[in-house]
């Protein structure tokens, strides 16, 4: 069974930063890219941030350039958004979600061949 467990939101001050960790299983881990994404109040699901764990490949929405990044620890089938420079506009559910065989951390950032979502941790931006 594939499991995504997304952990680490909270209250920061704008400004401040945030590491969300996602811990996944029941899947072979390097062989799909992973990604963060979040949702807003009245908006809709966008991605933030995916990954290749398997080489290393990145993707980052442009709101996320320059202040997030995205890794992952294989050993601990885990992968981290680091979020700095914290605005109010990135107050959002995150979430984290695996892709299915064959798609690129690009595709899965676009909502493409997304295959399990995780529940979503609140990130909330205090101005």
């Known amino acids: 069974e594939v499991q995504l467990q997304a952990f680490g939101g909270g209250l920061v001050r704008a400004g401040g930063s945030l590491r969300l960790s996602c811990a996944a299983s029941?899947?072979?881990?390097?062989?799909?890219?992973i990604g963060w994404f979040r949702q807003a109040p009245g908006k809709e699901r966008e991605g933030v941030s995916c990954?290749?764990?398997?080489?290393?490949?990145?993707y980052y929405a442009d709101s996320a350039k320059g202040r997030f990044t995205i890794s992952s620890d294989n050993a601990k089938k885990t992968v981290y958004l680091q979020m700095n420079s914290l605005k109010p506009e990135d107050m959002a559910v995150y979430f984290c979600?695996?892709?299915?065989?064959?798609?690129?951390?690009?595709?899965?950032?676009?909502?493409?061949?997304?295959?399990?979502w995780g529940k979503g941790t609140l990130v909330t931006v205090s101005s």
């Open positions: 979600a695996v892709g299915g065989a064959g798609h690129s951390e690009y595709d899965i950032c676009r909502l493409y061949g997304l295959d399990y």
């Open positions: 029941g899947f072979t881990f390097g062989d799909h890219a």
């Open positions: 990954i290749n764990s398997n080489n290393g490949s990145t």
